[in-house]
Structure formats: C-alpha cells, structure tokens
C-alpha cells in the first residue's frame, strides 16, 4: 500500500472512530426522574450513565487519538 493511501485510510479511521466516541457519549446519558426529598418539594431530575457505553466512548476516543496522531506524523515525514 502507498504511503498516500496509508495517511488517508488512518486519517479517515480516526475521524470514523472520534464519530463512534460521540455516539457513545451521547447514547451512554439517559435522563431519570428523582423522588422528591421531602414530599412538599417537587420531582427533579438527573442524568444517568451506562457504563459499556462510557468504556466503548473510551476505547474509540482513544483509537481516534492514535490513528490521528499516527497518520499526522506519517504525512509530515514524506
């Protein structure tokens, strides 16, 4: 495989995989209705995390970082 082609396929799979870790991040948050404290006080509510989907967001946050830094460092050697 060429060197070119190379930087555009790792360049291409950092930005698929930084798209992956905010589709993660946004699909690990769910909203959850907490129960008042005292019973005069109203309901409010709070954000909820998944945790596969956090470690999922991690992984291709950081598979992102390396192919883009990898792929930066290749282009800039030739």
Same mark, same amino acid.
């Given at each position: 495989?060429?060197?070119?082609?190379?930087?555009?396929?790792?360049?291409?799979?950092?930005?698929?995989?930084? +798209?992956?870790?905010?589709?993660?991040?946004?699909?690990?948050?769910?909203?959850? =209705? /907490? %129960?008042p &404290? $005292?019973?005069?006080?109203?309901?409010?509510?709070?954000? +909820?995390?998944?945790?596969?989907?956090?470690?999922?967001?991690?992984?291709?946050? =950081? /598979? %992102?970082? &390396? $192919?883009?830094?990898d792929?930066?460092?290749?282009?800039?050697?030739?």
């Amino acid at each position: 495989m060429s060197r070119r082609r190379r930087v555009a396929v790792e360049l291409v799979l950092a930005i698929v995989a930084a +798209a992956g870790a905010v589709w993660s991040w946004f699909a690990a948050q769910s909203v959850v =209705t /907490v %129960a008042p &404290v $005292l019973e005069s006080e109203p309901q409010t509510t709070s954000v +909820a995390y998944y945790p596969p989907m956090l470690v999922l967001m991690l992984l291709l946050a =950081t /598979v %992102a970082g &390396v $192919l883009a830094v990898d792929g930066i460092a290749r282009l800039r050697r030739r």
